[in-house]
């Protein structure tokens, strides 16, 4: 079966770090996607990550390993504003499809 | 800067009703695509189309159709609405399956 699982819940401290993982179970694998999406918002892109290794982009950075299916997401100097939901999202190979995770919703405390 | 527009954030049906979700792209966008949101559940996928006239189904399709007469336009039908089907409805695009997709605001659709 095809499965992405990531935590419920997360909360954190203006200021700090925070990771946010994501495992998959997949028939096949050919990217995974990070996407924020605020309360009653749509879904933004964050990051993309096809082979192994850290991809960096300002605050965030994300995480891939393909062989432990296994992916996550940093977030660094938090602020008030990163307070939402993070979805992650593989693409399945040799299709259009995109599976998501349920979503992560983080807090982040003054 | 990739707009996905949907007809309506909120809508309220009737059960039985056929109803009518309308999405438009304005980027020559190849790939649509049409989930629902509900809560504990994320993202799932309904329906998805690669090309003009094209569609292919996704993982949640009974109870639904789509259309895609123009490359910019991607409707999602609700053949006879039933209250099962309130939910949060997304629209998606993206210019090649390795590229990110281009979500719409979202329509809240309520079926009493």
């Known amino acids: 079966g095809q499965n992405i699982d990531q935590p419920t819940e997360m909360t954190a401290t203006e200021g700090a770090i925070v990771q946010i993982n994501c495992t998959y179970q997949?028939?096949?694998?050919?990217?995974l996607f990070w996407y924020q999406q605020h309360a009653g918002e749509a879904p933004t892109f964050l990051s993309y990550?096809?082979?192994?290794g850290l991809e960096e982009k300002g605050r965030f950075s994300s995480f891939l390993s393909r062989s432990k299916g296994y992916s996550y997401l940093l977030l660094k100097e938090l602020q008030m504003k990163d307070s939402a939901s993070y979805l992650c999202?593989?693409?399945?190979?040799?299709?259009?499809?995109?599976?998501f995770g349920t979503g992560t919703r983080l807090k982040v405390l003054a | 800067d990739v707009k996905v527009t949907q007809s309506s954030r909120y809508l309220v049906k009737r059960t039985g009703e056929k109803v009518f979700l309308e999405c438009v792209q304005d980027?020559?966008?190849?790939?649509m695509f049409w989930y629902r949101q509900d809560p504990g559940l994320g993202l799932r996928l309904i329906y998805f189309?690669?090309?003009?006239?094209?569609?292919e189904k996704g993982d949640i399709p009974e109870g639904y159709s789509v259309s895609r007469e123009k490359k910019e336009r991607f409707s999602l039908i609700l053949e006879s609405a039933s209250t099962n089907q309130t939910s949060m409805y997304l629209c998606?695009?993206?210019?090649?399956?390795?590229?990110?997709?281009?979500f719409g605001d979202g329509t809240r659709l309520s079926i009493l």
């Open positions: 998606a695009s993206s210019l090649r399956s390795d590229q990110p997709q281009h």
């Open positions: 997949t028939s096949g694998f050919n990217g």
């Open positions: 990550n096809v082979l192994d």
């Open positions: 999202a593989v693409r399945d190979q040799g299709t259009y499809k995109y599976i």
């Open positions: 980027m020559d966008h190849e790939n």
């Open positions: 189309s690669y090309d003009v006239k094209m569609k």
